[in-house]
């Protein structure tokens, strides 16, 4: 493969990159169509007696859960957790979910294992929510509630604004929960904030990655969900294997293979995760790794601009920047990023 070492002009023809740029509006269009319907979820929940939060999702989806799951366990106390979909959809497990809050993601809304969770949460008494950009899905069809991600059209295989829309219902869903009035009003400022944070230029992280075939991305509390989707996204639309660790985890062995020049992108909040990752970025830096951080700066690191916001919303922001940032290293390495190998746009498994 022959590799460019300058973003060519038709990178933002691309679909990935107009998609991407319609999320700041198509937040708007979900805060302005849901806020009050969220508010009635969120209200619906705290008269309930939850003891657990299931997730359901995968790929981009599953990556949209992480987030979710800490916002619940932060904001709620409530223990959350992946679904593991073949206990159900393979081994025809039964799960008592009497007490349980099930939310769904999944942009088409058709994929049989989920439907399959879905339906079986709901069977056995559980509080299930769907959040999809197909409203009429059979996911939607065995659940409780749906909420349209308002993503509209997504023809980009690889997922950009569906996850974005996601994460940000997530968000809405959580906030109104725990009637927090201050992640509310930060939430009515994000499609603004959203617009900005894609204006922001990260070119400086491009001819790392552009060059590489490895790489780490690091993060850690509500951040994490975008670490694994980043990671992801290199690799679909890139060719680069990149591996997505908590900067806790990433000191337990995986630094060993870390030497000069070697690309590490990390993604820091300002909640209180960001000492930690500091510390952690201190280690890594003796190693000579080309590392580029966003959310805080280090003077052993190349810092990457980004929009200030409530912490819990600061993940959404950031993932937004990175977003243009792996289109442009995608098509500079010679892909397409609307057309990756061996993928499709939905897939469907059992």
Not at 161 to 187: G, P, R, V
Request: glycine share 6%.
């Amino acid at each position: 493969m022959t590799i460019n070492t300058k973003m060519p002009l038709h990178a933002q023809e691309t679909l990935m990159f107009k998609e991407a740029a319609e999320s700041a509006s198509a937040v708007r269009a979900q805060i302005s169509r849901y806020k009050a319907t969220f508010a009635d979820i969120g209200s619906d929940l705290r008269s309930r007696d939850l003891s657990a939060a299931i997730m359901v999702g995968r790929g981009s989806s599953d990556h949209a859960g992480v987030y979710g799951r800490y916002l619940i366990e932060i904001l709620r106390g409530v223990v959350t957790s992946p679904s593991g979909l073949s206990v159900n959809s393979l081994y025809n497990a039964k799960l008592n979910t009497k007490n349980a809050l099930c939310i769904a993601i999944s942009q088409s809304g058709q994929s049989p294992d989920l439907v399959s969770s879905v339906k079986k949460v709901r069977e056995s008494g559980g509080y299930t929510l769907a959040l999809t950009n197909t409203v009429d899905s059979a996911l939607a069809h065995v659940s409780h509630a749906t909420i349209d991600l308002c993503a509209g059209p997504e023809n980009s295989v690889a997922a950009t604004k569906s996850f974005i829309t996601s994460m940000a219902a997530l968000a809405q869903l959580i906030a109104h929960w725990s009637n927090d009035e201050a992640l509310i009003s930060a939430i009515d400022e994000l499609p603004d904030q959203m617009e900005a944070a894609w204006a922001l230029n990260w070119d400086a992280a491009q001819p790392a990655f552009i060059k590489s075939s490895s790489a780490f991305i690091l993060g850690r509390g509500v951040g994490y969900g975008i670490t694994r989707e980043a990671a992801l996204k290199f690799k679909e639309t890139s060719g680069i294997h990149a591996e997505a660790y908590s900067a806790a985890e990433v000191l337990h062995g995986p630094a060993a293979i870390i030497g000069k020049d070697f690309p590490i992108l990390a993604f820091s909040q300002n909640d209180q995760t960001k000492t930690s990752l500091t510390q952690t970025l201190d280690k890594l830096a003796a190693t000579g790794a080309k590392i580029f951080v966003a959310g805080q700066s280090h003077p052993d690191c190349v810092t990457l601009p980004t929009v200030k916001s409530h912490p819990l919303l600061e993940p959404i922001l950031m993932v937004q920047s990175f977003y243009k940032l792996v289109n442009a290293v995608s098509v500079a390495r010679g892909f397409n990023p609307d057309t990756p190998p061996n993928l499709s746009k939905v897939t469907e498994t059992i």
